[in-house]
């Protein structure tokens, strides 16, 4: 939408990395079965090609790292056009978060199931 876009008439990296952190933060808190995490740390954004009006955005996540307070995700953002239809990769990175436990200190978690590969 107009408001998500920059100056140059693409879709703005702040906006785009704030989607990121909610994709990714909505897996980790399902994957580590918890609402209290925070985010540790981005690792490198690598923005690919521009996001325009009128794409429809998908953010894709992995877990990739499993540590005893932390889960690292893979994120990968894709825009889809509707005509012509395609689908092509505009952005990719990785995000740790870590467990808190009621006082806002790291916890380990433990995941009952393997991570799909």
Do not use: H
Not at 15 to 36: F, H, V
Not at 103 to 112: C, D
């Amino acid at each position: 939408m107009y408001s998500d876009l920059n100056a140059a008439g693409r879709l703005f990296g702040g906006r785009l990395m704030a989607w990121i952190d909610e994709a990714t933060a909505m897996s980790a808190m399902r994957i580590m079965r918890t609402k209290r995490l925070v985010t540790k740390k981005f690792g490198e954004v690598v923005f690919e090609a521009p996001g325009m009006l009128g794409d429809l955005v998908e953010i894709w996540c992995r877990a990739e790292r499993e540590g005893t307070t932390s889960l690292t995700l893979d994120c990968r953002v894709l825009v889809r056009t509707i005509e012509p239809e395609e689908a092509r990769q505009i952005c990719r990175s990785t995000v740790v978060y870590v467990a808190l436990d009621d006082q806002g200190r790291p916890r380990a978690w433990k995941s009952s199931r393997a991570f799909p590969q």
